[in-house]
């Protein structure tokens, strides 16, 4: 074996809501080799397989039975490129954030209104993740990726990755079966930029700035700076809800009691109402119990005050939603993942 195991690995620094956490065994891993000798020694052994990455949107458990495989290859390179498009693969182990600025400094256009996002390059098209009017999927063109049983490695188209929101098939079908080894993004060489986002719109017009994919950044990261608490200095993991999704008779009955809530159409017959607000109106922008609150900066956002246990996490998370459920008669939906064995 020729990869570094790590027996009992702290992954506390390796969580941004700062749980503690140990793996049993833990390995970075950066070629296609890497991955396989590192799957080949677990599944010799029997020992059950964990992907983590930049761990900006999980939920740990306090123990991790089993190898937990972290995704090192940063490469990032242009594969090839037509009269309008290039096609930009970047390795798993990329960080996000500076990804989306090298992309807008090269001239490649599309994920402007993703920056600021924590995580990693092979997480985001698990949660395929979005902001802003844009998601992940609307620039996707594929994901490579790695069976855990078999080592085989294999690519899956974009319309493959059945993503919808904040969800793929890595998420649901397919979770704990396969590694992310690298995306593959189609840009444009135009821009392109998405303003369908009110408050983007409004905040460009206000600061008089024309808008052009750089200052959509600029104005996206300020926007985030000032609403979101920042994970490295108030460990989160961004919402920790999803906005939940009713029929429209289901909205009108919540309206009886909410008529102000922020509604966004998704499909015929369906809309997204905003969990931040049902979670103020609940008055419960700034609850704190147990080491936990729910974040009086923007009250989606669950913050670890002091505690360290992720079982912890998740039953403080119950009782938010629980209380919600009571008032609104609405189900929220955890957002993060949990890793290792919670119960929820
Ligand atoms: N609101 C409140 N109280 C608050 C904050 C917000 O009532 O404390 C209400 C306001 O009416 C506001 C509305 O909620 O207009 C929506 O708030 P915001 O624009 O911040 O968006 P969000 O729906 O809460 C989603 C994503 C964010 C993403 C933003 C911007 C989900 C679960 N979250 O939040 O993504 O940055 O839109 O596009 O879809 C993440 O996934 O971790 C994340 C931060």
Known sequence: MSLTIEKNKDLSGLN????????????EVKSVADWQEALAWANSADLPVTILGGGSNVVLAPRIEGLVLHPANAELGLEREDAESVFVRVGAGH???????????????????????PGSCGAAPVQNIGAYGVDLADWVHAVSCIDLNTGEVFERSAADCEFGYRTSRFKTKE?????????TFKLSKKPKVNLSYAALHEALDAAGVAPTPINVLKQV???????????????????????PVLSTSELSALQNLLP?????????????????YLIEQAGLKGFTEAGFAMSERHSLVLINLSASSGQACLHFASRVAERVH???GVLLEREPIALGTLAS
């Open 16 to 27: 941004s809501l700062r749980l503690s956490a140990q793996a049993e065994c833990f390995c």
């Open 95 to 117: 960080d996000w954030d500076p990804f989306v600025r090298a992309c807008v400094d090269h001239a490649w256009f599309g994920l402007e209104n993703l920056v600021s996002i």
């Open 175 to 183: 979770a704990g079966r396969l590694g992310i080894l690298a995306v």
């Open 221 to 243: 990261e300020a926007i985030r700076a000032h609403k979101l608490p920042n994970p490295i200095v108030t460990p989160n993991a961004g919402s920790f809800f999803k906005n």
């Open 260 to 276: 102000h809530i922020p509604v966004y159409p998704v499909a015929e017959g369906r809309v997204k109402i905003s969990a931040a």
């Open 326 to 328: 009571a008032l609104f």
